[in-house]
């Protein structure tokens, strides 16, 4: 988003109980392009309307009857969450400005108006302080995520950590490219993978029946399930032998990720449910 266009939308208050000084910001603020401008000659309605609107900026005058600049600025310290005060106040004393500054206001703009401070000081402040709200907000939104995968990540460890507890039949690892990286068990021939140079033994004497049986269309979702990097979790994988037996697994898996988030592999485990008689 354009930041300028924000800068114009912001919400302003005018706070001073002179009419023509009402007046005078009002239009000025209006021809600068500034399209949320409204104002109270009430000092007392300060805290209320504040609590209401949230004001990116307030314009507060330092000299009005019955509560001055003074008393409203300590009156929206005990009103603002954030404790921001987002004013600038607007004075004919000199001596004002420094107790101003140090009571939370952050610049203050001298009468009589010069018309080229004004809205200079106004739209400074305005883009520090909506520059730094997007930076909070992003920095949230990060805190947020970062928070998020770590739980993500937690559970998914110990989902595995409690499945690691069982008697598991095989257990597989692959890298974040899918090739394996530690293999025990039938993983490979599920996968419909005929050569495993990680079993152990001479690839020229594994089986050339090894993969046959088993079932296709649980093989593709399964590879699916990989591919996607999905957690799964008692995904029932089924082999039919030549001699018209059945064998039934329980196959269990989660992809790997390291501290930065980043996908470093996939790793599973299966269980036999019946062996062949």
Sequence with gaps: MNIEADILNAQILVVDDQTANVQLLQRLLGEAGYTRVTATMQPTEVCTLHRRNAYDLILLDLQMPSMDGFAVMEALKTNDAQGYLPVIVLTAQPGHKLRALAAGAKDFISKPFDLVEVKTRIHNMLEVRLLYRRLEAHNRELEQAVLDRTAELRESEARFR???????DWYW???????FTRVSGPVMEMLGIRVAPLVDGDPANVDSEADDGWDPVQRELLQGHIAARRPFLDFVFNRSLRNGKQQHFRVSGQPMFDSGCRFIGYRGIGVEMSAPH
């Excluded at 409690?162 to 598991?168: G, H, Q, R, V």
């Excluded at 690892?173 to 090739?179: K, M, N, V």
């Design 162 to 168: 409690s499945l690691t507890e069982l008697a598991s």
């Design 173 to 179: 690892e692959q890298d974040e490219s899918g090739a």
